[in-house]
């Protein structure tokens, strides 16, 4: 079964402690589960299924596999010399290091190249969560199949 690369992109893009996102190989559709213990909810009927159907449902990358963290940090490596990058070096330290990376960006005016940035890694997560999967992807404009709990 092909999968549409945009339907990856999203899944990676949407990635949540709350829920894990899986691509149907049988109807091409992704389905979500939400975690109880973060949500209070809990689809035994599609828990059931996913766990009595190996190498059906084929997961998503997860939040912490994805590393938004290290995105933002080899986004800011890549930055020229100079105020912008001194400033967001510091900011991504310790505690609050999203928030202040968010408010560094708007302030240098880096905001579209950030998305930009952003925007082209999570594609290579989606690519390479293909390959990894053996999953054949193509690259248009068709709907996205999302089957929400």
């Known amino acids: 079964m092909k999968i549409n690369l945009k339907q990856v ?3 990676v893009e949407s990635a949540s402690e709350a829920f894990q996102e899986y691509f149907d190989t049988q109807t091409g559709e992704t389905v979500v589960l939400a975690d109880p213990f973060i949500t209070g909810e809990r689809d035994e009927a599609l828990a059931e299924l996913i766990e009595n159907s190996p190498g059906r449902f084929l997961p998503f990358p997860s939040k912490y596999e994805i590393h938004e ?3 933002m ?5 890549e930055l020229r010399p100079g105020a912008a990058k001194e400033e967001l070096v510091g900011a991504i330290q310790g505690k609050g290091a999203f928030r202040r990376f968010k408010s560094g960006i708007r302030y240098h005016r880096l905001e579209q190249q950030w998305y930009d940035y952003l925007a082209q890694a999570q594609r290579e997560i989606a690519i390479r969560w293909c390959e990894e999967n053996s999953v054949e992807y193509v690259e248009n404009d068709i709907d996205i199949k999302v089957k929400k709990p």
Do not use: M, P
């Not at 940090?73 to 490596?77: E, G, P, R, S």
């Open 9 to 11: 992109i999203f899944a």
């Open 73 to 77: 940090a080899d986004f800011v490596d």
């Open 69 to 71: 963290y290290r995105i």
